[in-house]
């Protein structure tokens, strides 16, 4: 079973998720970390099936260029959609709980 350890991990597979397929510039804005290959790197090592397709683009010189576009594999989307719904889930009750605090006591 897949496994996040970091935050940056978890914005990663969050990005995978909602972007489908992203590219190493997306996933430094999405994740916050510059070194994509070795974030993709230690996702595969904690078990997810991620791939890379190369696509052939014209960079800004109009040279040939084939960046790669990170994607989850079926088997580990499916266990990513359900993590990010339960961090979202999380992250909305947190934001709805009530603080305590001296007035509330009274």
Same mark, same amino acid.
């Given at each position: 079973?897949?496994?996040?350890? =970091?935050?940056?991990?978890? @914005? !990663? *597979? =969050? !990005?995978?998720?909602?972007? &489908?397929?992203? %590219?190493?510039?997306?996933?430094?804005?999405?994740? #916050?970390?510059?070194? *994509?290959? +070795?974030? *993709?790197? #230690? /996702? @595969?090592?904690?078990?997810?099936? *991620?791939?890379? +397709?190369?696509?052939?683009?014209?960079?800004?010189? #109009?040279?040939?260029?084939?960046? %790669? /576009?990170?994607?989850?594999?079926?088997?580990? /989307? +499916?266990? !990513? @959609?359900?993590?990010?719904?339960?961090?979202? %889930? !999380? =992250?909305?009750?947190?934001? @709805?709980?009530?603080?305590?605090?001296?007035? &509330?006591?009274?």
């Amino acid at each position: 079973m897949p496994y996040i350890k =970091t935050e940056r991990q978890q @914005r !990663a *597979i =969050t !990005a995978l998720v909602k972007y &489908n397929k992203l %590219g190493c510039h997306e996933l430094q804005k999405n994740a #916050g970390q510059i070194n *994509i290959p +070795e974030l *993709i790197a #230690g /996702l @595969r090592r904690n078990g997810w099936k *991620i791939d890379c +397709e190369r696509v052939e683009v014209l960079d800004r010189d #109009g040279k040939k260029c084939r960046p %790669g /576009l990170y994607f989850l594999l079926p088997e580990s /989307l +499916e266990i !990513a @959609r359900k993590m990010v719904k339960e961090w979202e %889930g !999380a =992250t909305s009750q947190a934001k @709805r709980k009530p603080s305590i605090n001296q007035s &509330n006591l009274d």
